[in-house]
Every structure is written in C-alpha cells, then in structure tokens.
C-alpha cells in the first residue's frame, strides 16, 4: 500500500475531489497548510502598505491507496490540479507498511 500527498491550491479542492472519487477513493484526509517553493511567496498590497507573504495557503489532501491503484490515483491528481502556473504544488508517494481501522481492528486494504 502507499500513502499519496499531494499538496494543491485551495481553489483546486472540490475538482481534485471529484476526480477522486471518480476513480474509486473512498476516503480522504484535507488539512489546511502553508509552505513556499519556487514561489519564494509573493508581494501583497494593504492600505497602501507592500509586504511579503512568505508562506503562502494551500491543502494536503493524503489518501492510502493499494499499490495497482498509485499511478492512476496520481494522474487524476494532476488533471484536476494543474493550473499550468508555479505553484500548481507537489505530489509524495510513500509506502505504508500497515493501516488498522480502530472501530474493528481490520488491518491493511480492508482497513481502508
């Protein structure tokens, strides 16, 4: 099994939901996060004021798929994410090594 990260702009969230769901999620984890990249930020305006803001908001949508599920999973992911500018964010793969569903003690895929 493997863990999928994928860090997009929160705008990009209901279509890289859909997309998802579309190709058989059943479940997935968003939290809120900031960081920068190529970006280095970007300069804002307020009341006449210019400042930087060096993190910038996005969202980590995390989902544990089985392994024949990966290269699909992330190929929506890109489809729904992608705007074409810096920033578009980035996708982790990383192996799990065992998921246990509190409620029933189910282990690995039937956990998930």
Known sequence: MKKIEAIIRP???DEVK?????AGVVG???SEVRGFGRQKGQTERYRGSEYTVEFLQKLKVEIVVDDDQVDAIVDQVISAARTGEIGDGKIFVTPVNEVVRIRTGEKDSEAV
């Open 11 to 13: 705008f990009k969230l």
């Open 18 to 22: 859909i997309a998802l769901v579309n």
């Open 28 to 30: 997935m984890t968003v």
